[in-house]
C-alpha cells in the first residue's frame, strides 16, 4: 500500500507546516508501516534550529514516527468507516528510549518504520526507528491512545 500526502490528509488531522509525513510506502495493519518525509531547507522550523547550522529538531523526528503510527493505527481499524475516523484523534501517552543517533539536516530523507510492540483495544505500543540513507538516526518507543475529538 502506497499512500500519498493528500491520502495521509485524509487519515490525519495535522496540516502544514506540521504534517510530518510525506508518504507510506508499506503498511501491514496491526503489524507494520514504512513512511517517509523529505526535509528541506525551507522548512519554517530552520529559521531558528539553527540558521548557521541547520539541524533538523529531534522532536520533529519523534512527532513524524508518531504521525507514521497515527496512521498505522487508523488504518487498522477494520471495522470503522472514514467517519468515524474522522472523530477520533491520537494522543500521545509516552515516549520512552529516545535516542538520537545522527544529525539530520536539509536535503536528508527521513525513513520511519514502525512496529507494533502492543495493541489492545485503542491503546497502542510502538517500536518507532528513523533512518537516513539506511542509517539509524533516532528511535523510541511510543504509546499512544486513539480517542472521541
Known sequence: M????????????????????????????????????NVSISEPVFQGH??????????????????????????SMDNATQEEIANKVVYFMSIDKAKFRSPVTPGDQLVYKLNVIKNKGAIWQLD??????????????????????
Open 128 to 149: 518507532a526507528k528513523a533512518y537516513v540513507d539506511d542509517k539509524l538516526v533516532a528511535e523510541a518507543e511510543l504509546k499512544a491512545m486513539i480517542v472521541d475529538k
Open 2 to 37: 502506497v499512500y500519498n500526502v493528500v491520502e495521509i490528509q485524509k487519515i490525519l488531522p495535522h496540516r502544514y507546516p506540521f504534517l510530518l509525513v510525506d508518504r507510506i510506502t508499506k503498511l501491514e495493519k496491526g503489524m507494520h508501516i514504512e513512511a517517509y518525509k
Open 50 to 75: 539553527f540558521p548557521d547550522h541547520p539541524i533538523y529538531p529531534g522532536v520533529m523526528i519523534i512527532e513524524g514516527m508518531a504521525q507514521a503510527g497515527g496512521v498505522l493505527a487508523f488504518e
